[in-house]
């Protein structure tokens, strides 16, 4: 597949699934089957192309992620537009200069808060979920229904008006904005060549199931997620969009997903409820506990099980595991780097923790541990179709088809990122004989002591984030002895 319409045409053609299930405010689910989208997407992006969405009309989608959101992103790019995924909890600082700086022409936002948010910048392009937003006289608002029908009349009226959709592998898929921890945040431009590169990946070292179920409540204006979600639709596989972290105990278990991804911070939280739970629980149920969670996180992943690791896991995994549902069979981690007792923890709980590394420039993945091939500690081997090396100061390069086409409107820093087609990720790594990545640090974020030798503060922050009660750490040493 070299662009997202051969997906969705690869989707059309295969058989009805409800793909797309979405949680709403407690409302209870409300699902929609493949045949469902694939006509909702057809009809919208008729619909966009005759309100004046064409060629490279960049569109920002503000929105919570729900099949809403997929819908208009696959809409947009099919009318020809640029999707540019702002999240939904933006400040008005950088709401304002994403905005600007992507020259957005139309605006899709779900929430009221955020319409009205949008609303107090003078914005007059919208495109609301469900509810006409009446501007001014020269502004202009639509809602998804409206659109909908707008475009069902048009496709009932001349169905050879969705056969004149094309779309190029170089043509932009998105803009994903970085988050701006060095200044204001880089607009990543990334086209359908890089994105189906990634999916194509993904099909390939991933053994995704057709038919089966994903959780996905990271956002979706986050590329990850993103390409993931891309991949579940690939693979026809039912996806349950929720918002409320709070309560995934409760949708692991209603749900019983197959697959998910999630943030090291969140196996974390639940890493210090199963520690908590062990001490409240009485004396003898305690000491187990507390020593099957001790082995767990010293003792190799990779080393023979013996007697006793059958044992504790009677007693004391099987219900670590039920925690994540009856079916869970990868558990994607990324974002940050997952402490080794903490990911030697729940390996040996048999749960399926798979860590990887990638970031937006790459459209994310770079590399990724599999169900076939994983090493504990590592970010896993290369993703599938890129190539990896070390600089000189062991920075991680890396080329391919999934690397970006450069930084909207920055033609002097993508020359600086991209060299003879080597993307340098500005992340410190070292490779092992078997391929598996490892980061070791940030390039930029090296401390220089007084004395003139040099530390990684992400290695220390990580050590301090073993401890339950610290949320977050920071360290701030720079030119101290």
Not at 27 to 40: A, H, I, M, P, R
Not at 50 to 65: E, H, L, M, N, R
Not at 205 to 213: A, I, W
């Amino acid at each position: 597949m070299k662009h997202l319409l051969d997906l969705f045409n690869k989707i059309s053609k295969g058989d009805s699934n409800d793909i797309f299930l979405n949680y709403e405010n407690g409302d209870g689910w409300s699902s929609l089957s493949t045949e469902e989208f694939v006509l909702k997407v057809k009809y919208l992006t008729l619909a966009l192309q005759s309100i004046g969405i064409g060629k490279d009309t960049a569109v920002a989608i503000i929105s919570k992620s729900s099949p809403w959101w997929v819908i208009v992103n696959y809409a947009v790019n099919f009318a020809g537009g640029i999707t540019v995924p702002i999240f939904s909890n933006i400040s008005s600082k950088n709401l304002i200069y994403q905005l600007k700086d992507a020259d957005i022409q139309y605006a899709f936002v779900s929430l009221n808060e955020n319409i009205e948010h949008v609303k107090k910048h003078s914005w007059n392009k919208l495109i609301t979920k469900d509810v006409n937003i009446e501007i001014d006289k020269k502004g202009a608002s639509a809602c998804l229904d409206e659109l909908f029908a707008l475009g069902e009349g048009l496709f009932n009226k001349d169905k050879t008006l969705w056969d004149k959709i094309s779309v190029d592998e170089d043509d932009l898929y998105s803009i994903i904005y970085t988050s701006g921890s060095t200044g204001y945040p880089k607009g990543v431009e990334l086209t359908h060549k890089n994105i189906m590169s990634q999916i194509n990946a993904g099909n390939e070292v991933f053994d995704f199931k057709q038919n089966q179920s994903a959780l996905s409540f990271l956002p979706v204006a986050h590329i990850l997620e993103n390409t993931l979600v891309n991949i579940y639709i690939s693979g026809n596989i039912s996806i349950y969009f929720v918002h409320n972290i709070n309560k995934i105990k409760y949708f692991l278990s209603a749900i019983n997903p197959h697959y998910m991804s999630l943030v090291p911070m969140l196996l974390q939280k639940i890493y210090n409820k199963i520690v908590h739970n062990a001490n409240e629980a009485s004396f003898i149920k305690k000491t187990i506990g507390n020593f099957a969670i001790n082995r767990a996180m010293k003792r190799s992943p990779h080393k023979r099980k013996t007697f006793l690791d059958t044992l504790l896991d009677k007693l004391v995994y099987k219900k670590i595991r039920q925690i994540f549902g009856k079916n869970i069979d990868y558990i994607l981690c990324g974002g940050a780097k997952l402490p080794i007792e903490m990911s030697n923890f729940f390996l040996n709980a048999k749960l399926p923790i798979r860590e990887g590394y990638g970031l937006s420039e790459c459209s994310p993945v770079v590399c990724v541990n599999t169900n076939s091939d994983y090493k504990s500690g590592t970010c896993g081997l290369a993703f599938a179709g890129l190539e990896t090396r070390l600089a000189e100061d062991n920075e991680l390069l890396v080329k391919g088809a999934s690397v970006m086409r450069g930084y909207h409107k920055r033609e002097k820093e993508t020359k600086e990122t991209i060299i003879d087609g080597w993307l340098h990720t500005g992340d410190l790594a070292s490779i092992d004989k078997s391929g598996f990545i490892t980061i070791t640090g940030r390039k930029k974020e090296l401390f220089k002591t007084s004395m003139g030798k040099y530390i990684r503060p992400v290695e220390i922050e990580s050590l301090l984030a073993r401890f339950s009660y610290l949320s977050h750490s920071l360290i701030i040493a720079n030119d101290k002895i």
